[in-house]
């Protein structure tokens, strides 16, 4: 949908998160209050991704609570009313997230033209799922929401650790290079100085004519800026040359090489790493720099220097350009860059103790990571157990949904009714226990 500074608000996909629909996320769009009446969101309205570029999040619900304000949902959006003699809102919320659900949205979906995945109006009534009495339905969401804050508050916590790492990686070199570490003393022989002091010279390579595609491990290729963008070298970050384009081998990248991005976006401009193990035959690009240290001067020392945030401000300052997606350094700035400089006894043990800190740092984030899948494959247990029926106990005097769906069927063929959103489907002979959407009186509408 177009977008103008004063038309009437929607939702945008990313609106449609794990804990409901977020009306922060909207934007204006190009049609009047009269035109987006007809698709404003209710309280109890659940929305579903109709169209999506990735196909872990086509088919993504969201209940919508508490409306803050009058928004519309937009043509990417499906509108699912459950009948409230059905199905309550806070079940299908739930159950959306099963995998029983999940495998039959993936298997559904289809890819476009323009790359992107997408489901039908009729994919989302025939999409099957449980239906227990309505008492039952609330028993389920109450236990699913208890348990499923404690893990959300869980999930919460791993995500705050794992955001953390990186400060604390920066914040064990800043620490050491400015020598208040218990290994360093900072002496009287630091000294203030710049790079041009520890540095003997700066390589770059050259732009060369390449293809998009990688190179084949006869050919050559040359690295892009992101090979050197994350902190870690990437020697799969390259094209590959031209065959018959003439190679000087100076300019081929080895292990243990300090390297520097010239040009890069404002933030990872200047962004370095020490190479460690890289494919043969890769050349350093015109936006690449290699920098050789003086005799003496240590490599595991100096890339942490180059990685600190004291340096890494300094050369964003530095950095020229009139465009954020490509700023540049050159060598000249990138020598007078200062640094403090301890001795040489003390910089091997701050090289030494910095990168025993990050090992501990990693072993971290290795114990992280796992606990964050343990997490999610909890909550589909959960679901699981749901969709079951042996997450909560069954009570034999609750009335079935059928009873109310026989009602329901009875009435609008009594009246002569017919569904607006899609056509009437034919009634099965035998009742499913897994229902679908179709047979659940539910109104689906999606904008046109």
Known sequence: MRTTDDGFPFLRLTALKRGGVDFSEKRNGAWTKDQAAPFLVSDGDFLVSRTNGS???IGRGALARRVPYPVAFPSTMIRVRPHPAVMIPEYLASIWESLLVRLQIEKAAHITAHRAYTISHDTLADIRMPLPPIAEQRRIVEKLKNHLA???AGQ????????????????VRDTAISGRVPS???SSHWRWGNLGDVIARIETGRSLPHERRSAKENEWGIIKASAMTWGNFNNDEHKVVQAGTNIDPRHEINQNDILVSRANTAVHVGASVLVGECRPRLLLSDKSLRLVPKEGIEKAWLIHVLSSSYVR??????????LNSMRNITQQNLMSVQIPIPPPEERLIIGGAINDDLKRIDRLTEQIEPLRFQSERLRQSLLTRAVEGQLVRQDPADEPVSVHLARIRAKREAQGSKRQSMPRRPRRAEPSPLSPLAHTAIQLEFEL
Do not use: C, F
Request: glycine residues 6%; charged residues 25%.
């Open 55 to 57: 196909h872990d999040l």
């Open 150 to 152: 404690r893990l959300d």
């Open 156 to 171: 919460l916590n791993l995500q705050r650790g794992v955001s953390l790492i990186p400060e604390l990686r920066s914040a």
């Open 184 to 186: 360093t003393s900072k």
């Open 313 to 322: 401000k300094q050369i964003s300052s530095m950095a020229t350009g009139t």
